[in-house]
């Protein structure tokens, strides 16, 4: 079955930059793989995993001096991907590495495959308390993107965690160019695990898509955030996404912070699991068919969802409520 895909030309979040402290950073997006590193000034270089003289991954090599050099002839590049030295040869080649656009924000590296274009707005938290997850998963980034937003699959999937009693909830829809909004228009205090720990009687809850890769579910008493869940997603292939978490709540819980991020963080594996064995079987089943699939009212946010994506984040302009009965 052929699905709505992401295209490869926007921002993509390629890691934390904490992560580049520790040394060479692999990852593949799209099906193609790519190294970033850093030097003692900082200075940052994404280029792709292969040596130009042999193809050797450049990720098995070592940095040297503020250099990359590759472990299977010695080659050396410097910060700016020039090729400065041969082992053997005093006459250096004139190569030079691919050099991959990238920016350092909110505290992540992104990448842009494409031509040079902004990044995509989105707001986190200020001065909160935070924690961060990975999750690689077998699956098209398209069936997340749904899963995320479908909710008819609560009451079945994670019944023991979000939902205890069927209710009728009524929300509003705004989707408009590279956004998706869902908000929760029945206010008060919601069912579940997360509101035994944050929930109060004038609750609002926003699910929220920004093209191409970033998903929040945010979570609000009147007009101020308590709890911030960001979701970077990173198409690995067209069979794996990569997600990076990013968990933010409030400091009013400071004194609580040694119980309450250990438990959403192991509130958040547990839900992301559940995902994962629906989605993996999902995608699994898919790829090897011809099937199609059936829609019902319930299943509104696909199209929405679909047309995002479709035309690169310029969809049309719906703002509209409805009302779903969560059994």
Not at 11 to 40: M, Q, T
Not at 202 to 221: C, K, M, N, T, V
Not at 228 to 244: A, C, G, H
């Amino acid at each position: 079955m052929k699905l709505p895909s992401l295209d490869p030309s926007g921002w993509f979040v390629y890691s934390s930059l904490d992560a580049l402290d520790k040394g060479i950073v692999s990852r593949e997006l799209f099906g193609i793989k790519y190294i970033a590193f850093k030097n003692s000034s900082n200075d940052i270089l994404v280029t792709i995993d292969s040596c130009p003289h042999r193809g050797y991954p450049l990720s098995k090599g070592l940095i040297s001096n503020d250099n990359l050099q590759c472990s299977y002839h010695g080659w050396k590049f410097n910060q700016n991907g020039d090729c400065i030295q041969v082992p053997g040869t005093q006459n250096c080649p004139k190569f030079k590495l691919k050099l991959i656009t990238y920016h350092s924000h909110e505290g992540y590296l992104w990448i842009c495959l494409g031509e040079k274009q902004s990044l995509p707005s989105f707001e986190l938290m200020k001065n909160s308390i935070e924690s961060s997850l990975l999750f690689n998963i077998n699956a098209h980034h398209f069936l997340i993107f749904e899963n995320t937003f479908d909710r008819m699959h609560i009451p079945t999937v994670h019944k023991n965690f979000v939902t205890k009693t069927s209710k009728t909830v009524k929300y509003r829809i705004k989707c408009h160019q590279d956004k998706l909004e869902i908000t929760n228009l029945s206010e008060g205090k919601q069912v579940g695990f997360l509101s035994s720990l944050f929930g109060s009687n004038s609750d609002i809850a926003i699910e929220r898509y920004i093209y191409p890769g970033i998903i929040q579910l945010e979570f609000l008493q009147k007009t101020k955030t308590k709890l911030l869940f960001t979701i970077f997603l990173s198409p690995v292939n067209k069979d794996k996404t990569q997600l990076e978490v990013k968990i933010q709540y409030c400091k009013s819980h400071l004194l609580l912070s040694p119980i309450l991020t250990p438990l959403l963080r192991w509130f958040t594996k547990r839900i992301t699991q559940q995902d994962i064995k629906y989605l993996e079987n999902q995608h699994s089943k898919l790829r090897d068919s011809n099937l199609s699939f059936s829609h019902t009212a319930q299943d509104y946010v696909y199209k929405y969802l679909e047309e995002i994506v479709t035309t690169k984040g310029k969809a049309k302009l719906t703002d509209k409520s409805i009302e779903l009965k969560l059994v």
